[in-house]
């Protein structure tokens, strides 16, 4: 039995997650905010991203959108892993947008799980809408006693 609740079962998840992830850290990504079944992380357009129409590439965008995904459908100590994904484009990131990708659980039967990403601007201007499917594949990321990573 945990003897964490869940805000900070998720943040230990999230910690134990973020010091690994490689991906995440070289984007600049920032997590905003945890809970269990919902993560908000958020990233600067940088000259890098920028397509050859001069707005944000839609794969950075979708990277955003599957990074808070991950960090969401693991924040109650299930290791899980994507299973699926699809993006709406609605609007284009500019140079120099801090974009937020917000994720929440929308369902979670069993080993497989549902979860929406909306990705905004620091206007709040909707960008992008991302739904994953999530696949539970056994294990934790921490000791829910003690918080410490188990991989790590």
């Not at 964490?4 to 990504?29: F, I, N, T, V, Y």
């Not at 120099?96 to 659980?105: E, I, N, Y």
């Not at 809408?129 to 003690?146: Q, Y």
Request: hydrophobic content about 40%; overall charge negative.
């Amino acid at each position: 039995m945990s003897t964490m609740d869940p805000q900070q079962l998720a943040e230990a998840s999230a910690a134990a997650m973020w010091a690994g992830d490689r991906a995440a850290q070289a984007l600049d990504m920032k997590i905003e905010k945890i809970a269990s079944g919902s993560a908000t992380l958020s990233m600067a357009v940088r000259e890098d991203m920028v397509n050859g129409h001069n707005i944000c590439h839609g794969g950075y965008i979708f990277t955003l959108a599957d990074t808070a995904f991950a960090y969401a459908c693991n924040s109650q100590n299930y290791n899980a892993v994507a299973a699926g994904a699809r993006i709406e484009f609605i609007a284009p990131g500019e140079l120099g947008d801090r974009l937020s990708a917000t994720a929440r659980q929308v369902v979670q039967g069993g080993r497989t799980g549902v979860y929406d990403v909306v990705v905004s601007n620091q206007e709040g201007r909707q960008l992008a809408l991302f739904r994953g499917n999530s696949h539970r594949i056994g294990g934790a990321l921490v000791d829910e006693k003690t918080g410490e990573p188990i991989n790590g």
